[in-house]
């Protein structure tokens, strides 16, 4: 069988069933992995890759995409509340790429780095037919810090730290050619070349203890969302669509349906999480301290699966969305 | 001017310089890098890539290609004496790949990590037309015992881990076509589908605290002697060739220079060291305790560069091997 025809969750279990896990480590193949350094420090680490045929859309330079190789890994490792200390690079490349190209690509590589308060610590480079950067972000966290995908119980408040929809919406600009006023035509484009991860709201999160679960938004809301439900073993009632204005401006000139921008999208890196509901309002106020407003979107149900209220109705959120492989 | 011009050294030094590095971390941009995580602990890391168009000869199936990817990784680690504890996955690959070819790699990946000691802590895939794998190999180690390459003294006695020129030959059988009788192909190809990374040498020799330098030779002999002279400024005199027998005979069945299959082969992952005079034969005694006898075939001069005594006459060897780019 192909892997196109499994699609890459299916995969992943498969792989994950191959894998002799080390006792003690936690986040075995989910956003980031942790294992125990020394009594209760942990030593977290994510990988990622950047594909150039995948990753990079038309207008997106290379210092642009050095910056989203380190953003794509760094929101991995803040969705589990750890701080990014160090980044290591892997680029690999066609040697007839242009010197200057390259060093753009690692000077947006650096500079992401450093605005998440990173280093880049060392890499390799390597020539490849098909440019990529994997980066592998580093940090430390105490044990129970870490928070995981499989904490959501029933009754948790659903949270995000912001809005989706304008990755979707800038996306089907740059590569369907719809258009879109020049602020409107700004915002979105922004969104899709220069995306920021939510390094120092996970890392705020966890410090309050409020969270029991979280994972990032990077495979699209509906997605991350039937991968918590799956983790956690719950389901999710999703109560208010966190659209971006933007979003609902775009959608409403093109006639498109906002939902869809707002749920099937990805590449937005936004922490999506479960609040102990007596919590909730203080991990809200602990975000705000870090100028973030956190969003109350939903709640977590028992029965597994994800659905959204319209009209009073629950209404499915099929598992759709970005997923590697599936065509 | 395009990389294919410029080599992957120059190229290297170029990134390097535009990079902020964080204080008091080590190995910038050299075989791992490390930073201090508390008092005299340091986290180190390495990571490298596959590329299977480049790293993965003919004949070499999924499951060795995954264990390489890890042996390579965990190379760079046992070359500066760490312990690789966990291993960090990403792979690339088509959506058209079979999902059996998939999990043969991941086979490949967890037993190659287990061989050496350390877990597969988790993951990423995605989606690329060239397949590649990324490991990020991690691990702690004391302050001080992170071996550089740049420590290396005049009068320190030159060493390594095994032999050398298996790999070579191997590749001129695969690639070009070169003949071997049964026992002496098998041999050679073993070099080159199942190479192994001096994992337990590299760990015992930091312990020893007498090497003063140190590299692998993935790039080959002449290549790492040329980094090794060049990050520690001091030049090197090989008294010796570290040949394998199997190379010797495989030179002479086919008229071959034995030296060349030597010094400029690559993707042999040997530990090559200076060792401070008076404790090279503390450390030789250290690594048969597991196993290995180490080799001293040269010593460290004053003079940057690297030179072959032969006839009692000093010869340079020029800095030609693996390196990536170069045509």
Same mark, same amino acid.
């Given at each position: 069988m192909r892997v196109s025809e499994l699609g890459e969750r299916r995969l992943v279990e498969l792989i994950f069933s191959r894998i002799e896990p080390m006792e003690g480590s936690t986040g075995f193949w989910e956003d980031a992995s942790a294992f125990p350094i020394r009594g209760e420090e942990m030593l977290a680490c994510s990988v990622d890759t950047l594909v150039w045929s995948t990753d990079v859309p038309p207008g997106m330079n290379e210092r642009m995409a050095g910056a989203k190789a380190v953003t794509m890994t760094v929101s991995d490792l803040a969705a589990k509340g750890v701080r990014p200390v160090g980044v290591?690079?892997?680029?690999?490349?066609?040697?007839?790429?242009?010197?200057?190209?390259?060093?753009?690509?690692?000077? !947006?590589?650096?500079? #992401?780095?450093?605005?998440?308060?990173?280093?880049?610590?060392? !890499?390799?480079?390597?020539?490849?037919? /098909?440019?990529s950067i994997t980066c592998a972000a580093l940090g430390t966290c105490r044990r129970g810090r870490f928070i995981p995908r499989s904490g959501a119980r029933p009754g948790d408040v659903l949270a995000t730290t912001g809005t989706f929809g304008e990755t979707a919406a800038g996306l089907k600009m740059l590569l369907e050619g719809l258009e879109a006023p020049a602020r409107l035509r700004e915002g979105l484009l922004r969104a899709v070349y220069q995306p920021r991860a939510r390094v120092k709201e996970g890392v705020r999160l966890a410090e309050t203890d409020a969270a029991t679960a979280s994972i990032d938004s990077s495979d699209g809301l509906a997605m991350s969302l039937h991968d918590l439900s799956r983790s956690s073993g719950v389901g999710f009632l999703l109560?208010?669509?966190?659209?971006?204005?933007?979003?609902?401006?775009?959608?409403?000139?093109? !006639?498109?349906?906002?939902?869809?921008?707002?749920?099937?999208? !990805?590449?937005?890196? /936004?922490?999506?999480?479960?609040?102990?509901?007596?919590? #909730?309002?203080?991990?809200?106020?602990?975000?705000?301290?870090?100028?973030?407003?956190?969003?109350?979107?939903?709640?977590?149900?028992?029965?597994p699966g994800v659905w959204m209220l319209r009209d009073g109705e629950k209404?499915?959120?099929?598992?759709?969305?970005?997923?590697?492989?599936?065509?």
């Open positions: 290591m690079v892997s680029i690999s490349i066609p040697s007839t790429w242009d010197v200057e190209a390259v060093l753009k690509l690692m000077d !947006g590589v650096n500079e #992401a780095a450093r605005s998440y308060g990173a280093y880049v610590l060392g !890499g390799d480079t390597n020539e490849s037919p /098909e440019p109560e208010e669509l966190p659209a971006s204005r933007l979003a609902e401006e775009f959608a409403s000139i093109h !006639g498109l349906s906002v939902e869809e921008l707002v749920l099937y999208g !990805g590449e937005e890196f /936004e922490i999506l999480c479960c609040l102990k509901p007596d919590r #909730a309002e203080e991990a809200r106020r602990a975000l705000r301290e870090v100028g973030c407003e956190l969003r109350f979107i939903g709640r977590a149900v028992e029965k209404k499915p959120i099929p598992p759709r969305g970005w997923e590697h492989f599936r065509r």
